[in-house]
């Protein structure tokens, strides 16, 4: 599917005012399970700074996350960095309208990152799985972070991400490089990059698998379809939505064994 085409036409209609960006990242935030996991991260980090800091969203997107963390983290200096040079005047756009003062977005190559070591915390979601030179990209994170530093990384794992569940399967979404990571994988390559520690555990289990398709999955196959769907979901989410959210609180505070997603913390 044509994922990048969707999420495009989504940015275009959401992005009119600023009321309506806001609007666009607290339903990404609702919906979107890994955001939840992020959220969670981010929170329990926020509890062992004291000092400002400095942080990078790389591969910021839509910029949900540069957001979300200018306004909560107020001692922060935030950069986002994109290789879509649209998506970087866009953001850089909201973030002069919404006055955050301590964010800017810049267009970067990822496997080209040459910066000094000043960053706090690296946030990456949903990233990795479209970058074929990764262990590049985590060399270039654990340079540029400080002794210490956290690297946050959501990607799909090896165990059903992208939705590919047996061999042959092609991926829910075409710009995917990988379907996947297994947690040993990753972990390998990150240690092999430099970093001291790796913590990895599942998301997406049995019950976020299933408030995905509800809450995402099906409205996207929908929209790719036809953009006249986009007039229905607001009726389709009031139907779905409650039990998305119970899935997806089950999720968070789940030990998942298995699952289609990882939440990856990697200490230099």
């Known amino acids: 599917m044509q994922y990048d085409k969707v999420k495009h036409s989504l940015g275009v209609f959401f992005n009119k005012y600023i009321f309506m960006r806001k609007l666009f990242y607290s339903l990404l935030d609702l919906l979107l399970l890994r955001s939840w996991h992020i959220r969670m991260e981010i929170q329990k980090w926020k509890k062992t700074i004291s000092a400002s800091v400095k942080i990078l969203d790389a ?3 839509f910029g949900q996350y540069t957001y979300y963390l200018a306004k909560k983290i107020k001692n922060s200096e935030i950069k986002g960095l994109d290789i879509k040079p649209e998506q970087i005047e866009d953001c850089n756009g909201f973030a002069q309208k919404a006055g955050l003062k301590n964010v800017i977005f810049e267009m970067a190559d990822l496997t080209k990152l040459d910066e000094k070591p000043i960053y706090d915390l690296v946030i990456t979601v949903d990233v990795m799985e479209h970058i074929l030179e990764d262990e590049l990209v985590f060399q270039n994170f654990y340079k540029l972070l400080k002794p210490a530093g956290i690297l946050l990384i959501s990607t799909p794992s090896d165990q059903g991400g992208s939705d590919v569940h047996d061999h042959g399967d092609e991926s829910f979404i075409d710009e995917h490089v990988r379907d996947g990571y ?21 998301s997406y289990g049995k019950a976020g698998s299933i408030s995905w398709r509800l809450s995402m999955k099906y409205p996207m196959q929908m929209l790719n379809v036809s953009k006249l769907f986009f007039i229905l979901l607001p009726v389709y989410y009031v139907l779905t939505y409650p039990f998305a959210y119970l899935l997806n609180w089950i999720d968070l505070y789940s030990q998942n064994k298995t699952g289609t997603g990882l939440i990856v913390k990697a200490t230099k």
Do not use: P
């Open 59 to 61: 591969g910021s997107g």
């Open 182 to 202: 297994g947690i040993q994988d990753i972990t390998d390559k990150l240690k092999r990059s430099g970093f001291s520690q790796v913590e990895a555990k599942y």
